[in-house]
Every structure is written in C-alpha cells, then in structure tokens.
C-alpha cells in the first residue's frame, strides 16, 4: 500500500486530523458496561444515542518499529451524573507503551495495572505517558466542549477490550458542582 502521505495536522476550527484516513465513532450503544447506571445508559442508548467520542487515525503497516497516531474527540455529557469516558483499553503487546497530548478541553487520563490506579489532569498541552502493562481510559471532566487529545503509539500494540471486564478501572468520576469528584470503581 503506498503510504497516504507524511504528515497530519491538527485541523483546530473543526476538531479533527487533516491526512487521517480511518475513522471511528462511538455512540453510548456501544459503550455497554462501562457506566455504573448500565440501565441508564441502555435507556439512553434508545432514545436519543448521542455520540461520545470520534478517534481519526492514522494508519500505518502493523510492523515493529512503525507507529500509530489518532485524534480523540470526547464529547461532554453524562450518564447519571458519571462523566463520557472512552471504553478503554489494555494493549495487546505487553511492552507497548503510549503518549497522549492534550490539544483542547478538561478531563482525566485513568491508567489501571493489576490493583493500582493513577490518573493524570488533562488540559492543554500536558502531555502523558502511559508506560506499558497500563490499561488506559479518558473521561470529560468538563461539560463546556470536548476533550481533545491527540495518541501516538506503536502499530504491533494493539487493543484488547476485553481485559478491562477482568481487570476493571478502580475509579470512575463523577459530577459534582461546576467540577468533579472521583468515585471508587467496580
Ligand atoms: C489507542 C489510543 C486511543 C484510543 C481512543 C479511543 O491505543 O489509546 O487512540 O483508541 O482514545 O479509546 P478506546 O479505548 O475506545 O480505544
Ligand atoms: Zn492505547
């Protein structure tokens, strides 16, 4: 295949990445489990099914040594008072590390290993790393525009969405006032 081109950009006025080539959309239907008001969400999900998150991609060969990039716009929105969060992933290869930057709005970066939880403010222009073996979600804090965060990671990672089921996010965050409060998880 011969490679689409060498750059993205940033297209700030639309939120989305210039020279992506896949697209994605997650509505609150695909996003079962992961609300502490699952029935909320399924109700939720029947009626008016808003958008929570688009991710554009940059693709690339899925050999060792190339890399993956994608811009992921969270929208604001709640379940029940728990902010819009990205399904979240583990990687598939163990020795698969992250770097997400933060390009626009508020939210929190939660990364899960075994019983231990950490997560990190985003806001622009803070950049995270998220070391391998750490599972990995973003959540809005903010219910005035999206979260936007641009992620460069390795092309062999890949992603297991399963292991989260066995391996939950000890934190789920909350609504509170005009900021946010962060919950104990499963
Ligand atoms: C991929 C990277 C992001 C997420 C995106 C959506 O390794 O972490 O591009 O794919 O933020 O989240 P999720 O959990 O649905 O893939
Ligand atoms: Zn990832």
């Not at 060792?64 to 604001?76: N, R």
């Not at 990687?91 to 899960?112: D, N, S, T, V, Y």
């Not at 070391?131 to 965060?149: C, D, I, K, M």
Request: hydrophobic letters at 40%; charged letters at 20%.
């Amino acid at each position: 295949k011969i490679p689409a081109g060498f750059f993205t950009a940033f297209d700030r006025q639309n939120s989305l990445l210039y020279n992506a080539d896949d697209y994605e959309e997650r509505k609150l239907s695909d996003l079962q489990g992961c609300f502490v008001a699952e029935e909320i969400r399924h109700q939720m999900a029947l009626q008016e099914n808003k958008t929570v998150y688009r991710v554009y991609k940059k693709t690339a060969p899925l050999v060792a040594g190339e890399l993956l990039q994608a811009v992921t716009v969270l929208f604001p929105g709640t379940v029940n008072g728990e902010f819009f969060m990205t399904r979240g992933h583990y990687h598939i290869h163990p020795k698969c590390a992250e770097i997400f930057f933060c390009l626009g709005g508020r939210g929190l970066l939660l990364l899960q290993k075994g019983n231990e939880t950490k997560w990190v403010e985003m806001k622009p222009d803070v950049i995270a790393y998220i070391p391998a073996g750490w599972g990995h979600r973003t959540v809005n804090t903010s219910l005035a525009g999206p979260l936007v965060f641009i992620a460069f990671w390795p092309a062999v990672a890949g992603q297991n969405y399963q292991r989260r089921l066995k391996e939950p996010f000890g934190k789920r965050v909350f609504q509170a006032d005009r900021s946010y409060v962060i919950g104990d998880g499963d």
